[in-house]
Nanobody, 114 residues
């Protein structure tokens, strides 16, 4: 059973920074593509960033240059460093792990005030 637990969300002013973390258990973490998705009220869940087991990254256009995904395979952890936050970044952020199946964390709220 794969479990993903996120932390690091909160309330921040526009222009501020937050760092999200996700710890995985019950899996061979290094083989997984790990990612972050977000869902704002009334909107569909969307990809924010992901990193393959080989280190290749993909970012949503809206966060390029502001967000950075990283992973520490020794600690089964993936991070999302979010800088220059905007009110439109407000959403519940979900950690995702994929290796033929999708696994999701419970989500962490990020609120950016203007």
């Amino acid at each position: 059973q794969v479990q993903l637990v996120e932390s690091g969300g909160g309330l921040v002013h526009a222009g501020g920074s937050l760092r999200l973390s996700c710890v995985a258990s019950g899996t061979s973490f290094s083989t997984y593509t790990m990612g972050w998705y977000r869902q704002a009220p009334g909107k569909q869940r969307e990809l924010v960033a992901r990193m393959t087991s080989g280190g290749s990254t993909t970012y949503a256009d809206s966060v390029k240059g502001r967000f950075t995904i990283s992973r520490d395979n020794a600690k089964n952890t993936v991070h999302l460093q979010m800088n220059s936050l905007k009110p439109e970044d407000t959403a519940v952020y979900y950690c995702n792990g994929w290796y033929f199946f999708d696994y999701w964390g419970q989500g962490t709220q990020v609120t950016v005030s203007s």
